[in-house]
Each structure stands twice: as structure tokens, then as C-alpha cells.
């Protein structure tokens, strides 16, 4: 059974624009992401539809809100069959708590919280009020994760190493902020090279504009794949 490492972003407006480039990849080469701008145009029709083309979806809501509210979002979108979803680590153990319950144990859906978005850097931690360094503040929401029972984090592969050795193999280590060496950094912020985050023990890798941005977006997620199978 394949489990490729790379899923692909589908930040698109629509669903034509998703299923077009949905139709250029293929599931053995990489997973996909439908976040909030792709949800909010076109709901769970789409993710129905990607997930009968025979890929896997990471629905990536980051929900956050309090703990009746994301237990129940996390309810149906377990009930939607996504292979993955995600909840914000800063919504605190109550509400990471509900919604590990709200997931049924027959489900296969894995849940991981987001630690601190790869956008943000000291300055923007400081700005808001919080306290530590980055790769503090991501090891201490991780922790919180792990106690209250899920499968893993978001975060950048910056923090990777030090989480796979707190948390051992089988903890899921998301990372976004992948940057191939020639490709614009863009809005990110704490990102590294696809080779660096396996190297430091991601699980996978969450890759967007790079490859959807690409002239031909299944040559570059070929070519990623590549690099990767090198290294492991
Ligand atoms: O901390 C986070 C959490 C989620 N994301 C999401 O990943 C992709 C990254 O896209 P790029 O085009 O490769 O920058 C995007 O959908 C984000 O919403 C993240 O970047 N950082």
C-alpha cells in the first residue's frame, strides 16, 4: 500500500479549479489538503468527490471554538470519511479533549491539532501576547496534544526533530512551510527544503503554491517524491 508523504493544497476558489488539477495527480504520489477558502465555496460535495477519485483528504478547518461546538464539527466531519482534520491546540485541553471523544473509535479519521502557524515568528508570537520561543510554544501545545490522546500536530519541520524525539515514531509531525530551494517564500514564515523536513522526522508534508503554482504540477510532485524516496 502506497502512503505518500506529500499532501497538496488545494487552495483554489472553486471546485472546477481543484478537480482540474485533482485530475493531474495521482493518489499514489500524494494526498490533498481542502482548507477554508475550498470548503466555504464548495463543501462537502468536493471533498466527496476527491475522496471517490480514490485520494486521501486532510480537511484542514482548524477548528476553534468551545469544546461543545468542535466536538460536534469533528463528529461530522469524521462522518464525512476524511483521512485526516485538524483542531487548534490554543483552543486548550477541554476542547481538545471533546473532540478526541466526539471521534468514534471505529472512525479512521486522524486528528491533529495545529501548534503555531508557519507564518508566525517571534514578532508575531510577541504580538499577541505569548510567551517563549517558537519551538517552545510548539512543543508545549504538542504536549497538550499527545495527552489528551491525538495522533499528532501541525507544525513547522523546524520544530520536527525535537518533536520526534519527545514523542517518539508514531506521532503524526504535519509540516507546511515546505519551500523547494528555488521557490518564493511567499507568506510563510519558519519554512525548510522538503529534504530537510524528512531529514528532521516529518511524517509529511504539506505543499501548495509550490507545486499547484508549478508549470506542470505533476512533473514537480514527481520530482519532490523523488528527492524524498532518496532520503529514506
Ligand atoms: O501552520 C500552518 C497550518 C496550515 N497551513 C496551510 O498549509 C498550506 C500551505 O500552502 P503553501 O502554498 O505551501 O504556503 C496552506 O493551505 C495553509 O493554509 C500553513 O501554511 N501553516
Redesign the pocket.
Known sequence: MHDPRIIV?L?FSSAEDALKLARKLKPHLCRL?V?KELFTATGPQLVEKLMHMEFDVFL?LKFHDIPNTVASACKAAAHLGVWMMNIHALGGRKMLTAAREAIPQSSNTKLIA?TL???MDQSDIADIGLQGKPEQIVMRLAQLAKDCGLDGV?CSALEATNLRQQFGADFCLVT???RPADSQV?D?KRITTPQQAIENGASYL?????ITQASDPLLMCQQLNSEIANLM
Open positions: 493544497a487552495d489538503k482548507g484542514d495545529v502557524l508557519t507564518s501541525v507546511p512551510g515546505i511567499n510563510q504539506v505543499i501548495g503554491r509550490p
